[in-house]
C-alpha cells in the first residue's frame, strides 16, 4: 500500500579529502530514514551527492598538481572513494549529483538569471573578510576573534566587484518560518539561527566570485564563478529535474520532506535556502534537521584537525551492519557523540552479540534440539496465557507503534532503545521458562515448550523486521534463520502478533555478531589507527633572515678525511682528522656515530665550517664543524654528510 512520497537528502559531500566517520554518520542516518520509509510504504526519492566546485579545490587540486576536475574524479569515482564507501556502507540512494554534472551546471546558470531578472540579484563590491576552508564570506562584525565564527581559522581581507542577492529583504519572512513552524528541528537550533543570524540583522549575500576559476560561470558575465552555496543548495532541485530535462521528478518530489544536516551548516540550509526558494516563488522544504557532530577526544571530527577514523577499516573489520547500528544507536541524533573504539567494540558486544545474536541463537538452537528444526503445528497457541507470555507479547505487538513515534521525530536512538527492550524482555522470557527443564518431559510439556519458543522466534521477527532499515543484511540472514519468509516482515505485520507460521522451522546459521575480545581488539585497532608518519618531513626553513655580510663571514671548506675514529665512551661522536689544504691538520668532531662507519669516510672528501670557535667535547678540541643534510623518514631521523667530488682540493673555499 502507497502511503504517498517521502524525499530525503544528505548534504552532498565536498570532496577536498577522503571520507571520514563523521561524514558516513550523517548519510547512514538519511538511509536508515529512507529505508525505514520504504518499509512503511512510502514511494522514497533519497538523494545524496558531492559539493565539488570552490577555491579550496581549486587550491588543492594545483598542490597535487592535477586538474580540479581530476582531482575530485579522484575522490568520487577513485578506489576508496565517496562512492565505493557508499556501496560498502549499503546506502541505497535512488540519485547521486554531482554538481559538475553538465545538467546540474545549466540548472544553476539558469537559477542565477531567475534570481538576477526579478530583481533579487545585483552588482555591488564586496568589501570584508572570507574563510577559505569554509568557503564563507564574513562581516568583520560576525567575526569571533578576528576569526571564522565557524571553524575558528583565519580569514582573510577580500574586495572585489561581485553580485549580492537580497537576503535582506527576506530576513521578515525567514524569522517567521523559523519561530513559528516546526521547519527546524530540533527547536533548539532556532534560537541560535534567530539570534546569531537575523536579529543583528540579515546583509545580502556575495554570490559570485571572480577571484578563482573553479566555479559554474554566471553565463551572463562570464568572469564571475557562482558562489558555491548557491551552487551546492540548488542540488536539491537540480536533480530532480528542476531547469533542466536529466530527470523530471521536480513536481512528484519537491518540497522535500526533510533535509538531514549537520550542525555547522543550517545557517546555509534555514536561511539561504528558504530565501532562495521565497526568490523563486518555490516551495519551501518542509522540514530542515541539524544533526549533532560525531566527536573524537572532544573535538569534531574533522580531516584538517587530523582527528578522524576511517570508516573503511571498521566497516571491514566488524562489518558494516554492526557499524551502521553502533553510529545511529550510541548517540542522540539531534546532539553531539563521543566515538570511541570501547564504545563502538562494547555497543557490538551487548546489543548485537550479548541480546540479539543470543537471544537467535539459543532459540533456533532449541527448535533443533527439542524439535528437530520444525515447530509442531498449533506451536501458535496457548490456552492459558502465562504472565510472562502476556508480557511479552503485549510489549512486542505494541512495539511498532512506539518505534514509528521516535522514527517519526528523527530519534534512532529512541527507536532502536523501544526493540532492545523488547529484545532483552525476550531473553528474561527463556529464563522464566527455562526450556531445558520443560524439555526434560517432552510428553507432558511438549506443546508447552513449542508454545514458548514460538513465541521467541516471533518476538524475534517483530524486532528483525524494525532492526531492517539499520541494518539491511544481516536482517535478512536473521529472517533465513528464524525460518520467517517477506510477508512476515512487512510493516503491517510488524504490529500483529502471529506473524509467523506456527511450523515454523529456522534453522540454526552463522553467529550474527561474534563477540570481540576487547582489549585484544583495542590495542589492535590502536596499532592500526596510529596516524602514519608522514614519508619525508623537513626542518623548517628559518624565517629569520641573516645578513649577506655575515653570511659571508663563514668560512667554508672541501677537507679530506686522512683518519676517522670512533670517540671512547661516546656513542655519538666521531673524530675526524682532516686536510684542510693549510698543511696542518685539522681535528673536528661529530655526532654521526649512528650513521657512518669510521672506515668508510676515510678519503672522502667533505664541507666544513672553519672558523667557529674551537669546542671541547669528551675531552677533546673540535675546530669547526662538518656540513650533513638531515631529514626524517617515516619518523625516523637520517642524517647525510654533505659529500663533494674528490677532485675538489683540499682547502678549496666554498662561496
Ligand atoms: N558540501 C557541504 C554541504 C552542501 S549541502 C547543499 C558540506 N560538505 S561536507 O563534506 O563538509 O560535510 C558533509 C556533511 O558531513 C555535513 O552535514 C557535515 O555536517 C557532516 N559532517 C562532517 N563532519 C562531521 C562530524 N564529525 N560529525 C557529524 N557530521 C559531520 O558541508
Not at 70 to 90: A, E, H, S, Y
Amino acid at each position: 500500500m502507497r502511503k504517498g512520497k517521502f524525499y530525503i537528502t544528505t548534504p552532498i559531500y565536498y570532496p577536498s579529502d577522503k571520507l571520514h566517520i563523521g561524514h558516513a554518520y550523517c548519510t547512514v542516518a538519511t538511509d536508515a530514514m529512507a529505508r525505514y520509509k520504504r518499509l512503511c510504504g512510502y514511494d522514497v526519492m533519497f538523494l545524496t551527492g558531492t559539493d565539488e566546485h570552490g577555491q579550496k579545490i581549486e587550491d588543492k587540486a594545483r598542490e597535487a598538481g592535477v586538474t580540479p576536475q581530476q582531482f575530485v574524479d579522484r575522490i568520487v569515482t577513485g578506489p576508496r572513494g565517496v562512492l565505493d564507501l557508499w556501496k560498502l556502507m549499503n546506502i541505497s540512494n535512488d540519485r547521486f549529483i554531482r554538481t559538475t554534472d553538465a545538467y546540474h551546471v545549466k540548472s544553476i546558470q539558469r537559477i542565477f538569471r531567475r534570481m538576477y531578472d526579478n530583481g533579487d540579484i545585483y552588482k555591488g563590491k564586496y568589501v570584508g573578510k572570507y574563510c577559505k576552508p569554509c568557503e564563507s564570506f564574513w562581516t568583520e562584525s560576525q567575526l569571533v576573534d578576528g576569526k571564522c565564527p565557524e571553524c575558528g581559522r583565519d580569514v582573510v581581507d577580500a574586495e572585489e566587484e561581485a553580485y549580492f542577492f537580497r537576503l535582506s529583504k527576506y530576513a521578515d519572512r525567514v524569522q517567521d518560518l523559523l519561530e513559528n513552524t516546526d521547519f527546524l528541528q530540533p527547536r533548539s537550533r532556532v534560537h541560535e539561527m534567530v539570534n546569531n543570524f537575523i536579529k543583528p540583522g540579515l546583509e545580502d549575500l556575495c554570490v559570485s566570485r571572480t577571484s578563482f576559476t573553479w566555479g559554474i560561470p554566471v553565463d551572463f558575465d562570464p568572469g564571475h564563478v557562482v558562489y558555491v552555496w548557491i551552487d551546492a543548495l540548488s542540488n536539491y532541485i537540480t536533480a530532480l529535474g528542476f531547469d533542466n530535462d536529466a530527470y523530471d521528478d521536480y513536481d512528484k518530489y519537491w518540497p522535500a520532506d526533510v533535509h538531514f544536516v549537520g550542525k555547522e551548516i543550517v545557517r546555509f540550509h534555514s536561511i539561504i535556502w528558504p530565501a532562495m526558494l521565497m526568490s523563486m516563488g518555490l516551495p519551501l522544504p518542509k522540514k530542515v534537521y541539524g544533526h549533532g557532530w560525531l566527536l573524537l577526544d572532544g573535538g569534531k571530527m574533522s580531516k584538517s584537525v587530523g582527528n578522524v577514523v576511517d570508516p573503511y577499516l571498521l566497516a571491514e573489520r566488524y562489518g558494516v551492519d554492526a557499524l551502521r547500528f553502533f553510529l545511529l544507536r550510541s548517540f542522540p541524533f539531534g546532539s553531539d557523540g563521543n566515538f570511541s573504539n570501547e564504545a563502538l567494540i562494547g555497543t557490538i558486544n551487548v546489543d548485537l552479540a550479548n541480546d540479539l545474536g543470543n537471544l537467535v541463537s539459543r532459540t533456533t538452537a532449541m527448535v533443533g534440539k527439542y524439535f528437530g528444526g520444525h515447530l509442531p503445528a498449533g506451536s501458535d497457541k496457548w490456552a492459558q496465557p502465562t504472565e510472562a507470555d502476556r508480557d511479552l507479547v503485549a510489549m512486542a505487538s505494541g512495539l511498532r507503534d512506539r518505534y514509528e513515534a521516535e522514527m517519526e521525530a528523527f530519534q534512532f536512538q529512541n527507536a532502536l532503545e523501544e526493540v532492545f527492550k523488547v529484545i532483552q524482555r525476550a531473553n528474561k522470557y527463556i529464563d522464566e521458562n527455562a526450556p531445558w527443564a520443560l524439555a526434560k518431559d517432552m510428553d507432558q510439556n511438549g506443546p508447552r515448550l513449542a508454545h514458548v519458543l514460538y513465541n521467541l522466534l516471533e518476538a524475534t521477527r517483530i524486532c528483525g523486521t524494525l532492526l531492517t532499515p539499520f541494518m539491511p543484511e544481516s536482517m535478512d540472514k536473521l529472517f533465513a534463520q528464524i525460518g520467517a519468509d517477506n510477508d512476515a516482515r512487512t510493516w503491517d505485520s510488524a504490529a500483529v502478533w502471529g506473524g509467523l507460521s506456527d511450523t515454523a522451522a529456522p534453522v540454526k546459521g552463522e553467529n550474527l555478531f561474534p563477540r570481540i575480545d576487547m582489549e585484544k581488539e583495542l590495542a589492535e585497532l590502536a596499532k592500526l589507527q596510529a596516524p602514519a608518519a608522514p614519508a619525508i618531513e623537513l626542518e623548517p626553513q628559518t624565517p629569520e633572515q641573516v645578513d649577506f655580510d655575515t653570511f659571508c663571514k663563514s668560512d667554508f671548506r672541501a677537507v679530506k678525511v686522512k683518519d676517522c675514529q670512533p670517540v671512547k665512551k661516546s656513542e655519538k661522536l666521531l673524530c675526524f682528522t682532516l686536510d684542510d689544504g693549510t698543511g696542518t691538520d685539522r681535528q673536528i668532531l661529530s655526532g654521526i656515530a649512528k650513521w657512518y662507519k669510521p672506515q668508510d669516510l676515510v678519503g672522502k672528501t667533505l664541507v666544513a665550517i672553519v672558523n667557529l670557535p674551537p669546542r671541547k667535547m669528551m675531552g677533546l678540541a673540535s675546530n669547526g664543524m662538518l656540513i650533513s643534510a638531515v631529514h626524517k623518514e617515516k619518523g625516523e631521523e637520517k642524517l647525510n654528510l654533505l659529500m663533494v667530488s674528490d677532485d675538489i682540493p683540499a682547502g678549496a673555499k666554498l662561496c
